[in-house]
């Protein structure tokens, strides 16, 4: 349950791999996506719930992702994500844009063990437009009511990091429950955490009801830091300096490899 | 501007007209990106005494979600957020905002980040409040060349909000949801009329006399200075140290 290294607990996650990874609010596995670029994974399909950021920007970058889906890849103050933006222009990864709830209903119908979710809105929208996978019926309890559909989503894997873990693998996510969705969703959940929890998160009542119960969980990781330059909400903030430097290295090719060279392939801060 | 009136600047003129259209309501949400937004709806709190509740995306203070993500347009789909914010890579004249890409979405000319939640609250939020600080015919166009979320839908489409305003670096629009065409409200101290036409790539209706936008009040700049600016400093450090020389808390 708690892995020895950080590679043996992304060990599931493989060539081809529909893998899911939170916003960055919620707490972003940034030392297992370099670990990930390390092992020089292929073909990703990476789903964002609902949106990424250096996340989705380093794994494109690297030429790790096939296929993309999400409502949004953004830096956010630090501007647009370069990597993201030279694929889609260049044609180089295959988009599937989406609306930030419809990827929430999506893992919802998925942990819910439905075939499809409805949702209003997107109706005249080219987002639904280019969704072929997505469908439109009239609602069978109304009348004249349009509505559409979406389809489970069920990822190989969901990625994130949290707090803190107990020896049994149950994981405290505190208030981020869209990671309690994205767990249940996905077949498999592999978790790096700042620290083990001494004792049972379960039996302590204040704890448990943001706690992930280990059933839902493959591995943990211990990976102090394991958000960095991403914000782990309430324990750490952005490395702004880093970000900024991200920013104007990534803006070309050659500072994008050096920017991997720097920062992933040599094995800083991870 | 007059000589009595203290010195404000850009953002604090657009922050507080916002403040004025959010109104008296109960629930203003403010998504991603969204510093003027997020400056006039804490404005707004501010000046009510903790009304009306604000929702700041990113912020661990202004937000009262305990169900993850999917709560925002949960509670938006059920009518209980009152505001929201959208904004545009293109905005064209029929209330139409492409957040997506130019050209053959297969193979765009260019790429913005991606709709976001748009593409469902614009339909269920009752008053959507569009921005865009750069006012040019590149992105105020006469037809979106990808519609994120369409200004108006055909009468059967289950539709509870939409855009109300359009506000820029140099002028305030209303909408009207009928016509689907914007309405020249003022323009701001120190543009012109002329400007805004030159610079607006859609057609919109305008009064014989067009308004100056009202310059912020002593007490808003107050509010906004030393209540505001503050709070605004967890979620946009970068915005808060440049407009009102805040440095981030953290």
Known sequence: ???????????????????????????????????????????????????????????????????????????????????????????????????????????????????????????????????????????????????????????????????????????????????????????????TVEKLHDGNLLEDKTLAAGTLPGFYVETVAVVENGCWPLPLPEYYAWDVEHLKEYVKLAATDEGFAKYLDQYVYERRAA | ?????????????????????????????????????????????????????????????????????????????????????????????????NLVSIGDPEKPTARFPGSFGSSYLYFVVPKVILFRTEHSKRTLVPKVSYISAPGGSDDNIHRTGGPIALITNRCLFSFDPDARRFQLESVHPGHTLAEVIVNTGFEFDRPLDVPVTPAPSVETLRLLRQVVAPELAEVYPQFAARVFGLKAAS
């Open chain 2, 1 to 97: 501007m007059n000589a009595a009136q203290p010195d404000f600047r850009d953002e604090e003129l657009l922050a507080a007209v916002v403040a004025d259209l959010i109104g008296d309501v109960r629930h203003v949400a403010v998504g991603n990106a969204s510093p003027i937004p997020a400056t006039a709806s804490l404005l707004a709190r501010a000046r009510g005494n903790g009304r009306p509740y604000v929702s700041l995306l990113g912020s661990q203070k202004h937000t009262f979600w305990t169900d993850g993500g999917r709560e925002l347009f949960d509670c938006a789909g059920q009518g209980r957020i009152d505001v929201f914010f959208l904004s545009g890579g293109e905005i064209d004249g029929q209330g139409n905002i």
């Open chain 1, 1 to 191: 349950m708690i892995a020895r290294t950080l590679d043996d607990a992304l060990a599931p996650i493989s060539d081809g791999c529909v893998l899911a990874v939170p916003r960055e609010s919620s707490g972003v596995a940034m030392a297992a996506t370099r670990a990930l670029i390390r092992r020089g994974i292929k073909r990703l399909t990476l789903i964002a719930l609902p949106t990424s950021s250096l996340q989705a920007d380093l794994l494109i970058g690297a030429g790790c992702v096939e296929t993309l889906e999400t409502s949004a890849v953004s830096l956010g103050e630090f501007g647009a994500a370069p990597r993201f933006t030279a694929a889609v222009l260049k044609g180089s990864i295959k988009m599937r844009d989406a609306t930030c709830p419809a990827l929430h209903a999506a893992f919802q119908a998925s942990e819910k063990g439905v075939p499809f979710m409805p949702l209003r809105g997107l109706l005249g929208t080219d987002v639904l437009k280019n969704r072929p996978d997505w469908k439109v019926m009239d609602n069978p309890f109304g009348d004249d009511d349009p509505i559409v559909l979406l389809p489970a989503i069920r990822p190989d894997v969901a990625l994130f990091h949290a707090p803190m873990a107990d020896r049994d693998g149950n994981v405290w996510i505190g208030r981020q429950r869209e990671l309690i969705t994205m767990a249940h969703a996905s077949e498999r959940t592999i978790v």
